[in-house]
């Protein structure tokens, strides 16, 4: 929304106005946290040289009339104007903890700004990171908070927003001095964290919850065999306040359970440790922000996965960002929920309350988990809490298992024409390649029977002799004729001339065989393309005194390459479009050399990750040893068809694929063509109706 700011005096010209275009956007993820883009754009000028500039207005006798009628014009001309108002405007100011990079911080962020965006007001959103994990140092953290206070002492927000326990004892700290009488709302942080601030009436909110003990209950349920419980964590301050609440929350099971805390170790020997828990274990993830060699993480989309991936015992978490990256879940805090109880309070207060009349909200924690964790583990979802959410549950039609067998004949079906239609581009692309060795072979033919022109050019006099068949390719009826260089230029195209003339210059200049394709037109109108080969003699004294060269026809030849590229390109959509995974793969090191779109959905693996690297580098196939022998055969065979095996998809799950290939050749490199279809899904209906088959196979 752009709003636009007149600054001036003269009524009539506007002269010495400029307009300033004020751009309020949502500025989520700018380096310096500004959201407000302010460009300035002079009016049109009016100067001692324009009639209408009030420097040229007659006489006050001569004139009062017109700036009368002026005035009245620019009166009825303002009304349309002032009906189009903007809404009226609000400014908040958000003060996060972490950066954008957290997910946490993005999720409060982004439904904070959603709910602002349904506001019956014009809203300029700030957003200002203390980026408290990467600048601990109380030296950091004051020049952000004096540069902040400097920044906003002439744009004063209507609302403040904490998120964090930092930004909170920022705003305790300074709202009095800079910002007096502004309400403020803080969340992102549990009650615990504010301790011994003093929160006066200007602050109302959301605290967030962790209740590590209901988590621990859910785990009990899942794993009731378990004996240790290893709670991993950073060295952060914000690690170490949720390290304590745990602690404290869990000191009642010590005598149940061996606990022990994994939260002073480098992130390398953590990993390590995970590798080698006892049994009957569960593992508890608070927050590693910074490990004990000093390295920083961002927890959510870092320190969790790595911790999952690595832990051989189930892992439970408190954020719902850290689930869904390999985390089994628990009694977790939900950011986006949080986001949006933190909105409803910014926009009671817009609408006129007041914070010392808004109540603080606790709470925003749900039952969240992760049913491929759960799957990992072998842990039943029957034992979940009821109301809980499970993510990434796939979506199964057991009992139908007829949609299934029809899915498969339909799958395998199109595998069949696909590889029938690549089997037809092949015989085809051969035609082409056949087409062409017979034009070359034509050329040949053609030269040793006349069909070309040769020339010998006399550079000192002038004289330019062509000879040959002059019939075909300049339409001239003579065999022989004798002109001078410019006439050759006359038939060359126009638009190859200028190249053509380049091209013999160069290699005059430079001692070089001369060699250049071009379009000649023949007299009677008709093109013809050329390929002419020719070099100089030079004089002792080192000027070129002589040319001499041969010209071939060699039109059909380049008709068929436009038709072998047209054909290529048919191949290339037919590759890139194909409902089956295809992969184009070299022969002598297994590396890739293109995949199509559904290779990166049914692996989870992009072009980026994947061209020039092999199948055994991203682990693709289950058992690599099956994948070298088909290559063996392939190249004993030529092709194979209708191979299973198993592979393994970027998150680690285990599919079973059918596949077909074919040994090709790419510009004389022998290269593998791999069709695959997943039948996982098949094989699975498969299985589940084997017991009814071999029950109505005794009853028989």
Not at 103 to 111: E, K, L, S
Not at 511 to 535: H, S, T
Not at 607 to 623: C, H, K, Q, Y
Request: glycine share 8%; aromatic share 10%; charged share 25%.
């Amino acid at each position: 929304m752009w709003k636009t700011f007149n600054m001036g005096s003269c009524p009539v010209c506007l002269k010495n106005q400029t307009p300033w275009r004020e751009s309020a956007r949502f500025g989520i993820g700018l380096d310096d946290g500004a959201s407000l883009a302010l460009t300035q754009q002079p009016m049109r000028k009016y100067g001692k040289d324009n009639p209408r500039c009030c420097k040229r207005l007659r006489p006050i006798g001569t004139s009062l009339a017109k700036a009368a009628l002026a005035l009245i014009t620019c009166y009825f001309l303002s009304q349309p104007l002032a009906q189009a108002q903007v809404n009226e405007l609000r400014r908040i100011l958000v003060f996060n903890e972490l950066g954008m990079g957290s997910p946490g911080i993005a999720a409060i962020d982004n439904a904070l700004v959603a709910a602002l965006e349904n506001s019956p007001y014009h809203i300029e959103f700030y957003s200002e990171s203390l980026d408290t994990p990467l600048f601990p140092d109380e030296a950091s953290q004051r020049q952000f908070r004096e540069w902040f206070l400097l920044k906003y002492r002439e744009r004063k927000p209507d609302v403040i927003v904490a998120i964090g326990p930092s930004s909170i004892k920022f705003m305790v700290e300074s709202h009095d001095a800079f910002f007096p009488n502004t309400p403020i709302v803080f969340g992102g942080s549990p009650e615990v964290f504010a301790a011994g601030l003093n929160l006066d009436s200007h602050f109302t909110g959301a605290w967030a919850t962790v209740q590590p003990e209901r988590t621990l209950e859910v785990a009990l349920q899942l794993q009731p065999s378990t004996k240790h419980v290893v709670v991993v964590g950073g060295v952060a301050p914000y690690d170490r306040y949720l390290e304590s609440i745990v602690e404290e929350r869990f000191r009642r099971y010590e005598s149940r359970f061996v606990f022990t805390y994994l939260t002073d170790l480098d992130m390398p020997t953590l990993l390590d440790r995970l590798k080698h828990l006892p049994t009957h274990t569960i593992v508890y993830h608070t927050s590693i922000m910074l490990d004990a060699a000093g390295n920083h993480f961002i927890d959510a989309t870092q320190s969790a996965p790595l911790v999952a991936s690595a832990s051989i015992a189930p892992v439970f978490t408190v954020d719902d960002v850290d689930v869904g990256r390999g985390t089994v879940g628990g009694d977790v805090f939900s950011f986006s929920e949080h986001g949006r109880e933190v909105a409803r309070i910014v926009l009671r207060i817009l609408n006129g309350e007041k914070p010392q009349d808004i109540s603080v909200v606790r709470g925003d924690n749900v039952f969240l988990f992760d049913w491929r964790a759960l799957r990992r583990f072998g842990l039943k979802e029957s034992a979940l809490p009821e109301g809980s959410i499970v993510l990434n549950r796939p979506t199964t039609l057991w009992g139908q298992y007829k949609r299934y067998i029809i899915a498969g004949i339909l799958l395998l079906s199109t595998q069949a024409l696909i590889i029938l239609g690549l089997l037809w581009q092949k015989v085809k692309r051969k035609r082409v390649e056949a087409a062409l060795a017979s034009s070359n072979e034509r050329l040949r033919m053609a030269m040793e029977s006349g069909k070309s022109v040769g020339w010998d050019w006399d550079i000192r006099t002038g004289r330019d002799l062509w000879f040959g068949d002059l019939r075909t390719m300049f339409g001239i009826s003579s065999d022989t004729f004798v002109g001078e260089a410019g006439d050759f230029y006359r038939y060359v195209h126009p638009e190859d001339r200028q190249r053509v003339s380049e091209a013999v210059a160069y290699a005059r200049r430079n001692r070089k065989p001369y060699a250049e394709e071009f379009r000649v037109i023949r007299q009677d109108g008709i093109q013809r393309w050329v390929a002419a080969r020719g070099e100089f003699k030079y004089a002792k004294n080192g000027d070129a005194s002589q040319m001499v060269g041969l010209a071939v026809d060699i039109t059909e030849r380049k008709q068929i390459e436009d038709t072998l590229k047209s054909s290529e390109r048919k191949f290339s959509k037919v590759f890139k479009e194909s409902p089956l995974s295809l992969t184009l793969t070299s022969a002598n090191d297994h590396r890739y050399i293109d995949i199509n779109d559904t290779f990166s959905h049914m692996t989870g693996w992009n072009s980026e990750e994947v061209i020039g690297r092999t199948p055994f580098d991203i682990g693709l196939w289950v058992d690599p040893d099956q994948r070298i022998q088909l290559a063996k055969r392939l190249l004993a065979t030529g092709s194979w068809r209708g191979m299973e095996f198993l592979f393994r998809t970027k998150d680690g799950e285990i599919r079973v694929g059918m596949g077909s290939a074919e040994l090709i050749d790419v510009s004389g490199e022998p290269c593998i063509l791999s069709v695959v279809a997943d039948i996982t899904e098949v094989k699975r209906a498969e299985q589940a109706c084997q017991p009814d088959i071999a029950l109505l196979i005794a009853e028989i």
